[in-house]
């Protein structure tokens, strides 16, 4: 019998009836596949499951990998990378919004988008679930490109746009910065949160999805820094900002957004070279915690400007 599922709002959906934690069949894992290739967001409510059956289930979609960030990698399990809100680290992802104090919000992204290499996908589980707030948003990028007026499709064909990792965000040159005010402990470079510094990656404006052959906009706000020789397209600087700045607004409609809100046994799982996510993040103090297992990509995707 087919696995059940219920559309989400405007993508995605969420899989009913499957318990996670049961031995899957070849013909049930090949079926998940599938449903992640065609949805690229799939939602798991009401699971019992600990770390070691997340690794187990999420290990139908690939390999796993252990993800760059070491300070978030759990001691005990290194195949989980720990996203806590009320702790020590809250320092660092404090920041003011239009007057308001929030820890962890972060603007729409894709993991690794800064490398050439991103990872495949990830599977969220909701480990303990702040009171209110805490929201993950997922946008699905295949539609956000099968959207986009003919003319713009052909007037992006063949470009490049480049990414750039930094930990400041005002260095982030289209993310919304209206009413944006660093915390005090905003971190000022990469190693002040015991992260690497990565060089510069380009990808296609449109990358064909690997395993789908979906057309994929590569236009995401978080670390987007400029379009790559915009002279050869017939472009200034200013007008490959100024069509950088539409694809990104473009990529913010709603009706290519769903925003998760997080039950105790809640699970998800998206395809990361198809949708990006971002975070509403949580109040000063509230206790959140995610734990992350990250599927591994086998494709290199873009490619480093590292000189």
Known sequence: MPL?????????????????????????QAELRGLWDEHAILVFRDQTIDARAQIEFSRIFGPLERHPLETNISSEHPELFEL????????????????????GRLDWHMDLHYTGRPNRGAVLRAVEVADEDGQTGFGD???????????????????????????????MRFVDLDGYEPGPGSPKK?????????????YPIVVTHPVTKVPV??????????????????????????????????????????????????????DNWRAMHCT????????????????????????????
Do not use: C
Request: proline letters at 6%; a negative charge.
């Open 190 to 202: 990469p190693s002040d949160m015991g992260y690497p510094e990565f060089p510069d990656a380009a």
């Open 84 to 103: 806590v809100n009320g702790g020590p680290a809250d320092r660092f992802q404090t920041a003011f919004y239009h007057g308001q104090e929030i820890v």
């Open 141 to 171: 990028l295949g539609k956000a490109y099968a959207a986009l007026p003919e003319a713009t499709k052909q007037r992006i064909a063949g470009l490049e746009v480049v990414y750039r990792f930094t930990v400041q965000r005002r260095q």
């Open 4 to 28: 059940e599922t219920r559309a989400l709002e405007n993508v995605g959906v969420e899989v009913q009836g499957f318990d996670v934690s049961a031995p899957a069949s070849e013909a049930v």
């Open 280 to 307: 509403r993040g949580t109040r000063p103090g509230v206790r959140r915690v995610i734990n992350r297992t990250t599927i591994e990509g086998d494709v290199t995707l873009g490619r480093s400007l590292e000189a």
């Open 217 to 270: 906009l590569e236009v995401v706000e978080q670390f987007l820094h400029r379009i790559a020789e915009p002279e050869r397209a017939g472009l200034t600087n200013d007008e490959a900002d100024a069509l950088l700045h539409e694809l990104v607004e473009h990529t913010r409609r709603p009706d290519f957004h769903y925003f998760h809100d997080w039950r105790p046994g809640d699970m998800v799982l998206w």
